[in-house]
Every structure is written in structure tokens, then in C-alpha cells.
């Protein structure tokens, strides 16, 4: 399945059926989804933080006072694809309606921008009850999807509403939550992916790392927002994506002519793809032997994207950079500068594993000054987090 790695936050509240989420993050899981664990202190008698760790296989984040300088409850909201707390209690619905932020999830409740799915589950009183009826609609009024309960027995001797739903049902409403963002409707993206190379001869070529897994990233969340995504793909070894045209080049000349050919009615190029800066002056079509490699004479490559942001109107241009080095970050900017980018995405390829990892971790640097720190991520999620700050500038 392609591609993994959807970040969930699962919050989880203090009710017997707590135990039911780790069965539903089994579940999550085997759609792919990564997921962080946020109990409540009162879920903690229920379920305990070695279980959450050991299933989600990851450090369990249950108190908004430890890694302060990390400014938790910031970053795992931002970090989100999808908020799902299961089960959600009476008491944490109200808390969420009344915006109120005293514990770690709610904090995160307050920061997220992505949709957060809440499944109640309490006894019938506490659900038919006119103030927990009044929150769900406050919640509900407010962009929540709130499922309902299920009708059947319940802890005691008590039948009625308020049972945990099927898993199923939960994981149908986190794909179908992820679905439902079509912003990029009627736009075209051209996004580049890959490594170009320049033959030397039949045998050889100049070439780099890039597995290109950022740019098809860029182009499936692209599509899935509906977008019109066209993806020049350079030497990249992956999957078709569904609803995405696919062109594939080997050389930096070659992505050129198609980025020029189809620039003038695009209304964004991403080029993740990382660009060879010179070809071989003369390559040949006979394998040279070991004797005749002592020198490879080369010409520049054109810059691509400087290039187009010479020819830009109301494009939107977003770059990459993977740089090394203490110096790293001021290239960057001077690349963003002289490339007449509106973003650029800087990552230190020797401080981590990036080329041909499925996560990343980086600074996105807007042309307003704007820096924003992130964290380890699919590249998927970052992708969404490109396309958000790109959106808004075309608009
Ligand atoms: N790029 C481009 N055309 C090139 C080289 C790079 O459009 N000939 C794009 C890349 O796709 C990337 C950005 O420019 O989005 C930065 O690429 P990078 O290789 O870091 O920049 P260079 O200008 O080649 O700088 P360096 O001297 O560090 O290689």
C-alpha cells in the first residue's frame, strides 16, 4: 500500500472500554497509520502506558509537563494528520466544548488543524443527558465528527446507547476523514521527483541519492486534495499513483523542457527533485575503458527554477534543499533568495537517514522569513504541511 505513514494522535479517555483502543490501533495500524498514544491520567487505571508503548512502538506522551522544551501539545497537534480519541468520555466532551486546555490532550485538542473524529462511550444516562447532548451539538457545530455509540449491553447489568463502536466503523471514519480535504480542487500542480542523470556512456552517469519518495509523496496528497497533478519523475523507482499523470525523464534537460512546456497554465511547481548541475561535455555511446576515465570534461545544466521564476506570473514555486554542513541553513535561505522561491524545504542529509527513508525531518523556510521546524514526519505528512502553506500563498 502505498504510501504509509498518516500520522494519528490517539487520544484516549478515562472509561472501561479503553481497552477496546488497543484492539483499534492494531487496526489503524494495519492501514498504515503511525500513532501516537495520548491517554488521560484517569485512563491510566484502565490501560497503562507499557501497553500503549508496546503496541504503538513509541514513547507514550501523557503529561503536558515532561519534554518542555518540545512544546508537546504544539507539536503533536501540528504533527496530526487526524486527532481520533476513543474513547472519549462525558467528562472530556465537555472539557473539548468548553475549549478548556488542563491536560495534554486537550492542549493538542486546541492546536490541531486536521479533523479530529471523537467517539463517545459512557453509560445511556450520561449520553441521553441534556448537557452531554448540548456539547456533542457544540462539537458537532464546530467541525467535530462525533460518532454515535452503539446501542447493547454495557459494564454491569445495563443495556442501552453508549457502547465503543466496532473498529471498523473508527477506521472507516479516519480514511474517510482524510478523504473529505478537496482545497486543491481545480488547481494544477507540476511536481518533479527523483535523481536526473547525465550519461557518460552506455555504462556510467553522473547521479545522486534521491529515491524520489518526497516528490511521489507530494503527488498522491496533491491528488488526494484534488488537485490536477502532473509528476516528472526522474529515475525513481516506485509505484504509479492513482489520478496522477506520470512523466518520466532521466535527464536534467529533459525535466527541463517538460516543466517549461507545461508551466505557463500551472499554478504551482514543486521540484523536489534533486538536479544534476553539470553533463558530460561529450558522452559517448561506446563504454570508455578504465584507462580513459582519468577526466570527464562537463557543461552546466541550466538552473531550472530559476529559470521559471523568470517566466513567472502568478505560479507558486516551492524548492528543496538537502544540504551538509554548519553553513547549511544560511545556503538555504541564499537558495530561496536566488531562486525567487515562495518556500523551501532544508534538510541536513548528514545529521539523519533521508535519502530513501519514508520519514524527514527539516526547516521549511517561507519567503516572508517565516521558519518552521520540523520534526520527524512521513513525507506524506510533510507533503500536506507544503501544500497547506502553498495554498495560501496562491491565494
Ligand atoms: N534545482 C534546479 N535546477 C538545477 C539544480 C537545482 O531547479 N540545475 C532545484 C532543485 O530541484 C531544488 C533546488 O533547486 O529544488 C535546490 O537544489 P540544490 O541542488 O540544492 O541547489 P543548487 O543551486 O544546485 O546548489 P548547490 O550548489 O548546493 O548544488
Not at 518540545?70 to 462525558?90: C, Q
Not at 463502536?165 to 473529505?180: F, G, N, R
Request: glycine share 8%; with cysteine; charged share 25%.
Amino acid at each position: 500500500m502505498f504510501p504509509r505513514g498518516r500520522e494519528i494522535v490517539l487520544g484516549v479517555a478515562g472509561s472501561i472500554s479503553a481497552y477496546k483502543s488497543c484492539e483499534l490501533l492494531r487496526h489503524l495500524q494495519d492501514q498504515g497509520f503511525l500513532i501516537t498514544v495520548v491517554p488521560t491520567r484517569a485512563s491510566l487505571k484502565f490501560v497503562g502506558v507499557a501497553t500503549w508503548e508496546a503496541l504503538s512502538h513509541r514513547a507514550v506522551a501523557d503529561d503536558l509537563w515532561n519534554n518542555v522544551q518540545e512544546v508537546p501539545h504544539v507539536a503533536l497537534g501540528k504533527k496530526a494528520d487526524v486527532v481520533v480519541i476513543a474513547p472519549a468520555t462525558a467528562d472530556l466532551i465537555a472539557r473539548i466544548a468548553q475549549g478548556r486546555a488542563d491536560d495534554l490532550l486537550t492542549n493538542i485538542v486546541l492546536t490541531a488543524t486536521c479533523p479530529i473524529i471523537i467517539v463517545p462511550a459512557m453509560h445511556t444516562e450520561m449520553w441521553l443527558n441534556e448537557a452531554t447532548k448540548q456539547n456533542v451539538k457544540t462539537l458537532r457545530s464546530r467541525g467535530f465528527i462525533v460518532i454515535d455509540p452503539e446501542v447493547g449491553k454495557l459494564t454491569g447489568e445495563d443495556v442501552g446507547a453508549g457502547r465503543y463502536p466496532k473498529s471498523k466503523v473508527i477506521v472507516q471514519a479516519t480514511q474517510d476523514a482524510l478523504k473529505s480535504k478537496a482545497d486543491y480542487l481545480g488547481k494544477k500542480v507540476l511536481i518533479s521527483a527523483g535523481g536526473t542523470r547525465e550519461s557518460i556512456d552506455p555504462v556510467r552517469y553522473i547521479g545522486n541519492r534521491s529515491s524520489g519518495k518526497q516528490g511521489y509523496a507530494l503527488a498522491y496528497a496533491a491528488a488526494k486534495r484534488g488537485a490536477e497533478v502532473t509528476l516528472i519523475a526522474a529515475n525513481a523507482d516506485l509505484a504509479d499513483i492513482e489520478g496522477v499523470k506520470i512523466i518520466h525523464v532521466e535527464t536534467a534537460k529533459q525535466m527541463q523542457e517538460v516543466l517549461v512546456r507545461e508551466f505557463e497554465d500551472t499554478d504551482m511547481v514543486i521540484m523536489s527533485a534533486a538536479v544534476a548541475d553539470v553533463r558530460p561535455e561529450n558522452p559517448v555511446s561506446e563504454k570508455i575503458s578504465k584507462g580513459g576515465l582519468k577526466e570527464i570534461k562537463v557543461l552546466p545544466n541550466d538552473d531550472i527554477l530559476k529559470a521559471l521564476s523568470t517566466k513567472k506570473k502568478n505560479q507558486v514555486l516551492v524548492g528543496f534543499a538537502a544540504q551538509t554542513g554548519s553553513d547549511g541553513l544560511n545556503q538555504a535561505k541564499d537558495k530561496l533568495r536566488a531562486k525567487g522561491l515562495d518556500l523551501l524545504y532544508f534538510n541536513d542529509v548528514t545529521k539523519t537517514k533521508i535519502f530513501g527513508s519514508d520519514e524527514t525531518e527539516g526547516i521549511l523556510l517561507d519567503s516572508n522569513g517565516g521558519e518552521r521546524k520540523i520534526s520527524r514526519i512521513s513525507k506524506v505528512t510533510l507533503a500536506d504541511k507544503i501544500l497547506d502553506l502553498a495554498l495560501h500563498k496562491l491565494s
